[in-house]
């Protein structure tokens, strides 16, 4: 079954500096309560909306991107409002695009690697990044960074400072991209939640807050 985006960019309409670029959303996010899914691998999946914290970017309760997000930048959020985090993005100018805008599974699973994209979202990237005063680009995954080099222009993202960020879902514990782990080693008997956390920090202090 071929799954839709189900919001494609935000803010639109609205000036962004720093763009947050994704992979696509779990098939929970994109489906109805109920609804049956038959996948590449043969196998019909009731959709379970449960784990679902809000309908938005990162919106899974197992994905911790906007607690780390939040922590990192020492943002006074309520989390439960989606509203109060959607206008905090929209104030500080910045943007949330996913590499995918159509695609399909190979099993009832949300990893980057068990997508089959269908159509990928260059044009609308490529628009944004034209069209706005860019000045960072975060990838949540390695999947999506190099997708992002192989598929978008590199003419209209050479200047721009790109950071690959340790994945925000459950699979990010366990498979820390080993070029993050040679520039910022972990600390002895670090646990990876720790140093994910940390990192975190790290990359938003530095490119959002130094000036």
């Keep these: 079954m071929i799954e839709e985006?189900?919001?494609?960019?935000?803010?639109?309409?609205?000036?962004?500096?720093?763009?947050?670029?994704?992979s696509f959303p779990p098939n929970k996010m994109v489906f109805k309560n109920g609804e049956i899914v038959k996948y590449e691998d043969g196998i019909k999946k009731v959709?379970?909306?449960?784990?679902?914290?809000?309908?938005?970017?990162?919106?899974?309760?197992?994905?911790?991107?906007?607690?780390?997000?939040?922590?990192?930048?020492?943002?006074?959020?309520?989390?439960?409002?989606?509203?109060?985090?959607?206008?905090?993005?929209?104030?500080?100018?910045?943007?949330?695009?996913?590499?995918?805008?159509?695609?399909?599974?190979?099993?009832?699973?949300?990893?980057?690697?068990?997508?089959?994209?269908?159509?990928?979202?260059i044009k609308l990237i490529e628009k944004i990044i034209l069209e706005n005063d860019i000045?960072?680009?975060?990838?949540?995954?390695s999947w999506v960074k190099k997708h992002f080099n192989k598929k978008i222009n590199e003419n209209c993202h050479i200047k721009i400072n790109k950071y690959l960020l340790i994945s925000p879902s459950p699979l990010g514990l366990m498979?820390?991209?080993?070029?993050?782990?040679?520039i910022y080693p972990k600390n002895i008997n670090e646990k990876n939640s720790d140093y994910r956390e940390r990192?975190?920090?790290?990359?938003?202090?530095?490119?959002?807050?130094v000036v």
């Design 47 to 121: 959709i379970d909306r449960k784990t679902v914290r809000f309908d938005f970017f990162y919106g899974s309760k197992q994905n911790r991107f906007w607690d780390l997000f939040i922590k990192s930048l020492n943002i006074n959020i309520n989390l439960e409002n989606v509203e109060e985090l959607k206008d905090w993005i929209k104030n500080n100018n910045w943007g949330l695009v996913d590499i995918v805008l159509k695609t399909s599974r190979k099993k009832d699973s949300p990893t980057d690697g068990d997508l089959i994209p269908i159509e990928w979202n």
């Design 199 to 209: 990192y975190y920090s790290l990359v938003f202090f530095f490119t959002c807050c």
């Design 5 to 22: 985006h189900p919001w494609k960019l935000f803010p639109k309409n609205n000036p962004i500096k720093k763009l947050i670029i994704g």
């Design 175 to 182: 498979r820390i991209p080993n070029d993050i782990i040679n």
């Design 135 to 141: 000045q960072s680009i975060y990838f949540t995954s």
